[in-house]
């Protein structure tokens, strides 16, 4: 398998990751700081698909990276919510909008670094205090999409730039339940403060159960084929497997797992009587299907029969002293009604490129998004960007896309002509 980079440049590279103001965003240090990002997160899943050894995370707990990670990470996330609006409304669509689009992008490369590392104890241990951000960062993702009636806001945009934000956001929300997953996991090792955030500030128990309810990983497609969001994308699922739960299914009930059963989490958890009829709602999907592939589930369903004859206790409050979320309270207040002002700049200094500076972008990222590291991260054949079936051709001047028949081409081709004029080499 190939290596986006290895481990003596990790070294000298992650150290170069720093905070970078939101004024910033879109700026050549920012440009260059997401580069060395991305090649980390590719390098990343390398890693911990291959059972390499894991200097990445290692490198990022040494140098105290995991917080930096998360300012950017919350950086992103309110630019997208209050500057993205005034940037995407002045933008001229004549010019490429690939500039604004990265800076939405690059939040999806930060929490895939994020959730990749994760994965592992001590990285969730080194986030210290700001581990509350995250939390915080978790539920408004998973909120979002519970309001969003899964993909189906995606459909109803109808700029490009819109639609590429839904899409956007809907990622950021599948990768945030491994994330939350990978949390739990570590509860042990975390503050109190955590905990009592997790319960009963975002009660994410009963949020997970409204998750299930709502299971926005699958749908129905327009050719009535059910499909599930698998590996980052929509895949079609067989007929005789439609009783098979995906992955983020399963990481949604073993993270009610974690958090019901948990003895520290069951003494901290208030159970009302409100909490106790949206807990309960789970016992309907408690069937042998369910419990063949998860059977460590067959506590938490006798757990459910045993809280539905139980009267619920008077909750004695403890006194806690409540963290707050520092990085996203801190960038919230030095930008306040900043929004628009920020935008035009951003506007007019950096996403405003000309025909040469723009190429010289594309090739930069074409060099950082290597296709041969990208493929051999793909265990399956590639797909058509037009028709997604099974692809056999790529475009020839950018090696960029891939296309079953030129048809297909051909119709993508208003859509993939700037950016292969973009990234294509001069003959």
């Known amino acids: 398998m190939s290596n986006a980079i290895y481990p003596n440049e990790a070294d000298k590279i992650v150290p170069s990751i720093n905070e970078i103001p939101l004024k910033q965003i879109g700026s050549s240090k920012w440009w260059k700081q997401h580069e060395v990002i991305e090649k980390l997160h590719m390098q990343a899943v390398i890693n911990i698909t291959a059972n390499n050894d894991e200097f990445v995370k290692d490198f990022l707990i040494q140098h105290d990276k995991i917080k930096i990670l998360l300012y950017d990470l919350i950086s992103s996330e309110i630019w997208t919510d209050h500057i993205f609006g005034h940037v995407k409304g002045k933008v001229d669509k004549e010019k490429s909008t690939l500039p604004i689009y990265m800076a939405l992008f690059h939040s999806t490369t930060v929490c895939g670094l994020l959730e990749t590392s994760m ?3 001590e990285v969730c241990e080194s986030c210290g205090e700001e581990i509350i951000d995250l939390v915080d960062y978790v ?3 998973i909120n979002k999409l ?5 993909a189906e806001a995606i459909k109803r945009e109808d700029d490009e730039l819109g639609h590429q934000q ?5 990622t950021l929300s599948m990768k945030c339940i491994s994330i939350l997953k990978h949390i739990c996991d570590s509860l042990q090792s975390l503050p109190i403060s955590v ?12 949020l997970l159960v409204a998750l299930l309810d709502q299971a926005p990983w699958k749908k129905t497609n327009s050719s009535g084929k059910r499909e599930k969001y698998n590996g980052g994308k929509w895949v079609n699922v067989p007929s005789d497997e439609h009783h098979m739960i995906s992955k983020l299914e399963g990481q949604v009930w073993l993270t009610l797992y974690q958090l019901v059963l948990n003895p520290e989490t069951q003494r901290k958890y208030e159970f009302t009587s409100s909490r106790k009829s949206q807990l309960l709602k789970l016992r309907r999907y408690l069937n042998d299907l369910l419990l063949d592939q998860l059977p460590h589930l067959v506590e938490l369903q006798r757990f459910l029969e045993y809280l539905a004859v139980m009267e619920p206790p008077n909750h004695k409050q403890d ?10 309270s801190s960038i919230m207040s030095e930008y306040k009604n900043e929004w628009q002002a920020i935008g035009e700049y951003q506007l007019k200094e950096y996403f405003t490129m000309n025909a040469k500076q723009m190429q010289e972008q594309a090739k930069r990222l074409a060099a950082t998004y290597d296709l041969d590291v990208i493929e051999s991260l793909i ?3 590639p797909m058509c960007v037009h028709c997604h079936s099974q692809a056999t051709n790529r475009c020839s001047r950018c090696q960029n896309e891939w296309y079953c028949s030129r048809p297909c081409q051909v119709k993508h081709w208003p859509k993939h ?8 080499k001069p003959k």
Do not use: G, M, W
């Not at 519970?146 to 899964?150: E, K, P, Q, T, V």
């Not at 839904?166 to 809907?170: G, S």
């Not at 905990?195 to 009963?206: A, G």
């Not at 002509?417 to 294509?424: E, G, I, R, S």
């Open 119 to 121: 994965f592992y104890q």
């Open 139 to 141: 539920s408004r993702k």
């Open 146 to 150: 519970l309001l969003r009636c899964d």
């Open 166 to 170: 839904e899409t956007i956001e809907f």
């Open 195 to 206: 905990i009592t955030r997790i319960l009963n500030v975002h009660d994410f128990p009963c």
């Open 319 to 328: 006194l806690i002293i409540e963290q707050v979320p520092i990085i996203y």
């Open 379 to 381: 265990d399956e054949p």
């Open 417 to 424: 002509k700037q950016l292969c004029n973009l990234l294509a």
